[in-house]
């Protein structure tokens, strides 16, 4: 029994240093390995969304925009062949960004708070053009169709544009007022009027992410004062005018 | 020398070392750091109500009764119980979102069901005191245990739930419309309730236009599937609750939103509404949390 207790010892005691090795072994290894492999622009830009996928929705989103402007402003097949191209083209650039940006980040030391820093500076504008799509009026198929439309078409295009703008105002308003309610009661006809109000007053063109929001508040502070207090009584006014001062300097913000 | 227990319990061990130190190594990398722009967005400054005005509307009356409610400088007026800016209640944030439903709903009364005078006083009794005292009703936990510790270690402990916000938003307006029903005549009431139903449909539609023009950026409706997703939007009961303007601030995210509100769309666009990301942002989330929440500028 003795040799045999001896060996059994000998072959624990190996057993116990390659595991502790491979303990050591796994721990440096794999943290290298996942630095490695961390693809920040999947996390960060795509939210954890796939490269294909996004890439197949900005694709799909392309084709709708066709669709709906082939509809409306009578395209020929030759300016929609053009401007898919067009389209295609600013994905293809996108994508370009995309991968300059993933070299720019591989490899990023996560505890690195400036090179995090750094990585998020070159990530950053990808992210705000992802979000806002790819189609706006830098875009390769804005200038195509510039180029490649006649005049009525862009009029109309542009008319489009102007009233889907206007709806999404309409939009900011109405829930602006809706919320005004948490702090003041509206009788129905003091609801309506004052979305009216509201609709009347103009800002000007494309509101810079995030801006938009404030749109409604911006147009109650441009409301003039003796309009307001045709509709509503004293007390109510207090709270307009808390509302009114309260926003005040977004209204320079809002009607850039 | 080891026994074979023993033997087999260092074998368990060193695996158990193994294994755990690959899966927190893999946890660790599947932990992104937000990027430094979320984090910022995430730093949503949560102000004590004690230092920056809450957008309570507290009535008058309450102050003169409560006496403890601070009202910024320049508000305190004394004709109406509307809305004055006040800093909360006790510098309790929740009684203060719950007193501001109060208040406001006592003034809209006010103003829709022509009250007499002792109406009015009735009215005037529903005040910060009394949104406070049903705020403040928690309630207990019905285990044994709980009940046990409870008798010798007294009412707050063992088992005390704090209450959920949504709750005791639930409880206060269900008791007040109960107390209204009680002060006003039947037909005061329908005008009330005819009113607020109002004002609810209104936020509905409100939501759902915010909804459809967020969608229409990626999805380019015509005429009728805007009438109609507006339509179906505003009867789907998960839109009175949505923060719908944040999502012109939040572009990459729409809301999930029911099939049944979507019929609508062509396949095409619903394809294209299946690959965009999904986010709910709520009312819930912002304003009838335990705090006051302001957002840094």
């Known amino acids: ?256 | 020398m080891l026994s074979p227990v023993m033997i087999r319990a260092r074998w368990l061990f060193f695996q158990g070392l193994l294994l755990s130190s690959l899966f927190a190594t893999k946890a660790t990398y599947s932990q992104v750091p937000e990027p430094p722009q979320q984090v910022e967005a995430q730093q949503i400054k949560a102000q004590p109500v004690e230092a920056q005005p809450v957008e309570a509307q507290v009535a008058v009356q309450a102050v003169e009764v409560v006496g403890q409610v601070v009202v910024e400088e320049g508000f305190a007026v004394a004709e109406d119980a509307i809305q004055v800016f006040a800093m909360g209640v006790d510098g309790d944030p929740q009684a203060s979102k719950l007193l501001s439903k109060v208040a406001v709903d006592n003034a809209l009364v006010r103003r829709v069901c022509k009250l007499d005078a002792e109406q009015l006083k009735e009215l005037d009794l529903m005040d910060a005191k009394w949104v406070k005292g049903k705020a403040a009703a928690r309630k207990q936990a019905g285990n044994l245990a709980a009940g046990v510790l409870r008798v010798f270690a007294g009412p707050n402990l063992g088992g005390v739930q704090q209450d959920n916000p949504a709750e005791a938003a639930s409880r206060v307006m269900t008791s007040y419309k109960t107390k209204l029903k009680e002060i006003l005549k039947p037909e005061q009431f329908a005008v009330y309730e005819q009113n607020v139903k109002e004002r609810d449909v209104f936020r509905c539609q409100a939501n759902a236009e915010c909804v459809v023009a967020v969608l229409e950026d990626r999805l380019s409706f015509n005429e009728d599937q805007r009438k109609e997703l507006v339509k179906s939007l505003s009867e789907w009961s998960g839109i009175q609750k949505m923060q719908a303007t944040l999502y012109f601030q939040n572009q990459s995210y729409i809301p999930n939103l029911p099939a049944s509100a979507l019929k609508a769309l062509t396949p095409a666009q619903r394809k294209i509404l299946d690959g965009m990301q999904k986010a709910d942002f709520q009312f819930e989330m912002f304003n009838d949390g335990q705090e006051a929440i302001f957002i840094a500028q």
Request: charged share 25%.
């Open chain 1, 1 to 256: 029994m003795k040799p045999f207790a001896r060996l059994n010892d000998q072959l624990l005691r190996w057993q116990t240093i390659s595991i502790v090795w491979a303990f050591v072994y796994t721990v440096v290894f794999t943290n290298f390995v996942f630095a490695q492999q961390q693809d920040w622009i999947q996390s960060w830009l795509f939210n954890g969304r796939t490269e294909a996928s996004v890439r197949l929705g900005l694709q799909n989103q392309a084709e709708q925009k066709l669709t709906q402007l082939k509809e409306q402003c009578c395209l020929t097949e030759e300016q929609a062949t053009k401007l898919k191209l067009a389209a295609a083209g600013d994905v293809n650039r996108f994508f370009h960004e995309v991968e300059q940006a993933r070299k720019a980040t591989k490899g990023l030391d996560q505890q690195n708070q400036n090179a995090v820093q750094e990585a998020w500076a070159v990530v950053s504008p990808l992210t705000t053009r992802l979000n806002a799509g790819l189609y706006d009026e830098k875009s390769l198929f804005a200038k195509v169709m510039s180029s490649t439309l006649d005049a009525a078409q862009i009029d109309e295009y542009k008319r489009l544009l102007a009233e889907q703008l206007e709806r999404r105002h309409h939009a900011v308003v109405l829930t602006t007022v809706s919320t005004i309610e948490d702090s003041l009661p509206l009788i129905a006809d003091q609801r309506k009027k004052l979305v009216e109000l509201l609709d009347a007053q103009k800002v000007k063109g494309s509101q810079q992410q995030g801006m938009e929001t404030y749109v409604g508040y911006a147009k109650l502070a441009k409301v003039p004062e003796a309009e307001l207090e045709k509709l509503f009584d004293k007390e109510q006014m207090k709270v307009l005018k808390y509302l009114r001062e309260r926003y005040a300097p977004i209204v320079q913000m809002v009607d850039r």
